[in-house]
């Protein structure tokens, strides 16, 4: 089992930043990829950035490039997500995933979630 807390969410005004975390605990060594995904209500869940625990390999949703970042501190089990130049439509609520078999499945055998942290932001 794998288990995942994020933090860091908030309020901010459009351009500001925050920098989200995922602590990863329990059987680690099982995950492929990690990733950040969000969702606001009425809508699918989306998948945002992922990053690949052995490194080498990353992806970002178009809505998001250039303006976040996935990165991993394996030595510490953690996962943040940087966003800057944040736009309203960033508003959400944004979740932690571990895939253990791929790089990132939305569902199924092997994939577990976080309870999420909302990010809202103002114009």
């Known amino acids: 089992q794998v288990q995942l807390v994020e933090s860091g969410g908030g309020s901010v005004q459009a351009g500001g930043s925050l920098r989200l975390s995922c602590a990863v605990s329990?059987?680690?060594?099982?995950?492929?990829?990690m990733g950040w995904f969000r969702q606001t209500p009425g809508k699918e869940r989306e998948g945002v950035a992922v990053?690949?625990?052995?490194?080498?390999?990353?992806w970002y949703a178009d809505s998001v490039k250039g303006r976040f970042t996935v990165s991993q501190d394996n030595a510490k089990n953690l996962v943040y997500l940087q966003m800057n130049s944040l736009k309203p439509e960033d508003t959400a609520m944004y979740y932690c995933?571990?895939?253990?078999?791929?790089?990132?499945?939305?569902?199924?055998?092997?994939?577990?979630w976080g309870q999420g942290t909302q990010v809202a932001v103002s114009a």
């Open positions: 995933a571990a895939d253990q078999f791929a790089c990132v499945r939305s569902h199924g055998s092997g994939v577990y």
């Open positions: 329990g059987h680690t060594y099982r995950i492929n990829c």
């Open positions: 990053i690949r625990t052995g490194g080498g390999y990353s």
